[in-house]
Nanobody
Framework: QVQLVESGGGLVQAGGSLRLSCTAS????????VAWFRQAPGKEREFVAT????????YYAEAVKGRFTIVGDNVKNSVYLQMNGLKTEDTAVYYC??????????????????WGQGTQVTVSS
């Protein structure tokens, strides 16, 4: 079983930056794809970004494209989400998720069977 731990959340002013980390432990050999999702109060969980670990190929939600960057470090079993140009609407709990394989709909939550506990990101105006 894989365990995921997120870190790096916090409070930042609009226009600022944060870097989230997701570190995996346990039986990670079967993990092929990692993603970030977020959930704001009163809203459904939404896809943010995902990365195919074998090729480092990323895929982003339109709302964050050009501002967020997802990168993987296979040696450290970690995936990072660099968030620049943060907006108040980026405020949410951010979750890391892991799955076995890249699918045709890479943003679908059903691709991921292991989830972290979440880290809060708050962007003030």
């Amino acid at each position: 079983q894989v365990q995921l731990v997120e870190s790096g959340g916090g409070l930042v002013q609009a226009g600022g930056s944060l870097r989230l980390s997701c570190t995996a432990s346990g039986r990670t050999s079967g993990t092929g794809v990692v993603a970030w999702f977020r959930q704001a109060p009163g809203k459904e969980r939404e896809f943010v970004a995902t990365i195919r670990l074998s090729t480092s190929a990323p895929y982003y939600a339109e709302a964050v494209k050009g501002r967020f960057t997802i990168v993987g470090d296979n040696v450290k079993n970690s995936v990072y989400l660099q968030m620049n140009g943060l907006k108040t609407e980026d405020t949410a709990v951010y979750y890391c998720a892991a799955g076995a394989a890249w699918r045709q709909r890479p943003s679908s939550p059903s691709n991921f069977d292991v989830w972290g506990q979440g880290t809060q990101v708050t962007v003030s105006s």
